[in-house]
């Protein structure tokens, strides 16, 4: 089981693109086949992908040194959430937590729920109490994933992709 395995939770890098951008295909399929609207545009795309690891906002979380999930963490910076429809728990700094893709060798293990302990440990070590994210309303799995790991819906936000709902965490 994954208990065994070798987690870690890095930084992408420039070699991860490739196998990034597989799982992010692999994600797009997995929720058109669910019937979720989300990433069913164009959107992300590979530039997207290679604009994250430039940036330094791609990290990945890899099981024995393969890479399992891709995640996009930004700092204090999403314009859209600005105008949300409802009201954040908090107003200082905070981590956007956007495009979470599990592999399809790693889905149904666990590890997207891992993840967000990676994620709020590393966003504590950055002296940041706020975790936002948002999701689309027919992102089943990732809603689940959000009520277990005590996210609490603030609101509606608006994107390219459209209506999205929000939430937030507060670390202690």
């Given at each position: 089981?994954?208990?065994k395995?070798?987690?870690?939770?890095?930084?992408?890098?420039?070699s991860?693109?490739?196998?990034?951008?597989e799982?992010?295909?692999?994600?797009?399929?997995?929720?058109?086949?669910?019937g979720s609207?989300?990433?069913?545009n164009?959107?992300?795309n590979?530039?997207?992908?290679?604009?994250?690891?430039?940036?330094g906002?791609g990290?990945?979380l890899?099981?024995?040194?393969?890479?399992?999930?891709?995640?996009?963490?930004?700092?204090?910076?999403?314009?859209a959430?600005?105008?949300?429809?409802?009201?954040?728990l908090?107003?200082g700094?905070?981590v956007?937590?956007?495009?979470?893709?599990?592999?399809?060798k790693?889905?149904?293990?666990?590890?997207?729920?891992?993840?967000f302990?990676?994620?709020?440990?590393?966003?504590?070590s950055q002296?940041?109490?706020s975790v936002?994210?948002?999701?689309?309303y027919?992102n089943?799995?990732?809603?689940?994933?959000?009520?277990?790991?005590?996210?609490?819906?603030?609101?509606?936000?608006?994107?390219a992709?459209?209506v999205?709902?929000?939430?937030?965490?507060?670390?202690?």
């Amino acid at each position: 089981m994954i208990d065994k395995n070798e987690i870690q939770f890095k930084k992408a890098e420039s070699s991860d693109i490739n196998i990034i951008w597989e799982i992010i295909q692999q994600s797009v399929e997995r929720r058109r086949i669910d019937g979720s609207q989300q990433w069913q545009n164009g959107y992300p795309n590979l530039q997207t992908i290679e604009n994250d690891v430039a940036k330094g906002f791609g990290y990945v979380l890899t099981v024995n040194h393969e890479v399992a999930i891709y995640v996009a963490l930004i700092f204090n910076d999403e314009p859209a959430y600005s105008t949300i429809e409802g009201e954040w728990l908090t107003n200082g700094e905070f981590v956007v937590v956007h495009r979470v893709a599990v592999s399809e060798k790693f889905a149904g293990q666990g590890l997207a729920k891992k993840l967000f302990d990676y994620i709020e440990d590393f966003t504590k070590s950055q002296n940041v109490l706020s975790v936002k994210v948002d999701t689309n309303y027919d992102n089943l799995a990732m809603l689940k994933i959000l009520e277990s790991k005590g996210y609490t819906y603030c609101g509606e936000v608006f994107l390219a992709g459209g209506v999205r709902k929000a939430f937030e965490k507060v670390l202690i």
